[in-house]
């Protein structure tokens, strides 16, 4: 057998070794708390005047629960886009668009800085301007406003009602799931806000909606494999924010040249390679794939990779 073989052999041995270790991404996630929560959701809407939802501005499509628009209704609603900061500002301002070419008031936030928090209650006066306006009409000085503030988990529900209360009215987490029950917090005398425990949808029928979901942790970590996700991430920011990584893990261009041919093989080698150049490394010298993966998810999601979207419009 000549090198030429033995190579080929390798190849394809890498091959088959990334396809064990990479299967196809099925999450189907429902805690029974969820399920409580939808139905508690529905209850409490006659409640209040106006829903606000709020998204991240990485993944605006993939983290809108589709049960929502159905379950809300007729009611008035904003979309906030949270975490702004860590998306790109170009796609920033295309989704606001998009949510106001199809008739929905967007805002743009961060809750973490209280970037775009104090513009929040003067649109909600805006956007319920006829109902103030008729409860002024029959002698009321101020209407009571009560909003109701609804959105998967881990999108800054509660990191976004400290800001607009400014104080430490909720409890916050930077985990899934924190808020546990419903409650009512007071802004002012006429307005009170509605926090509500994050709530997903029963299944994902969109692989890449899960994986999105994934990626900025909206999914607990301990139901997933976090190896395979930090794989698909990185191949997504391969292909589409290849300076970033370099930048943030100081590869060089002929790194990435001299590793094997196959994409699918460099995107492995390649999160080997960040491993070894952020020291996870275990006895024998081999690399850490859990520790890479938790160093590549981590940096992403705390914006150490940059200004990152991963659903954009097109256009």
């Not at 920011?237 to 094997?260: S, V």
């Amino acid at each position: 057998m000549d090198m030429y073989q033995k190579r080929e052999m390798r190849k394809k041995q890498k091959m088959d070794d990334k396809e064990k270790s990479f299967p196809n991404v099925s999450i189907n996630w429902y805690p029974g708390h969820m399920l409580k929560t939808k139905k508690q959701i529905i209850e409490d809407l006659k409640l209040v005047d106006i829903v606000i939802e709020i998204l991240d501005a990485r993944i605006p499509k993939s983290s809108r629960n589709p049960d929502i628009k159905r379950i809300i209704q007729n009611k008035k609603e904003i979309i906030i886009l949270n975490k702004s900061d860590l998306a790109e500002e170009f796609h920033n301002k295309k989704w606001i668009e998009s949510f106001k070419n199809n008739g929905i008031t967007a805002m743009l936030t961060d809750a973490n800085s209280g970037k775009g928090t104090q513009e929040f209650l003067k649109q909600v006066e805006v956007v319920l301007k006829e109902e103030i306006e008729k409860a002024t009409e029959k002698g009321r000085i101020k209407k009571n406003i009560r909003i109701m503030i609804i959105g998967i988990p881990n999108v800054g529900k509660s990191s976004f009602i400290n800001r607009i209360c400014n104080k430490k009215a909720a409890v916050v987490g930077n985990r899934p799931g924190v808020t546990k029950q419903k409650q009512w917090v007071r802004i002012s005398n006429n307005i009170e806000l509605l926090d509500t425990p994050g709530v997903l949808w029963p299944k994902f029928e969109d692989e890449i909606v899960a994986l999105n979901l994934s990626y900025v942790g909206s999914i607990k970590d301990e139901v997933l494999n976090e190896t395979e996700i930090a794989y698909n991430l990185l191949k997504y920011l391969f292909e589409n924010y290849r300076q970033n990584l370099l930048e943030r893990y100081k590869i060089n261009e002929e790194d990435i040249n001299n590793e094997l041919q196959y994409q699918e093989d460099m995107i492995y080698n390649l999160m080997k390679l960040i491993g070894r150049k952020r020291g996870a490394i275990v006895s024998g010298g081999e690399i850490d794939d859990e520790k890479t993966a938790q160093i590549i998810l981590n940096d992403f999601r705390t914006g150490k990779l940059g200004r990152i979207t991963l659903e954009k419009i097109d256009g």
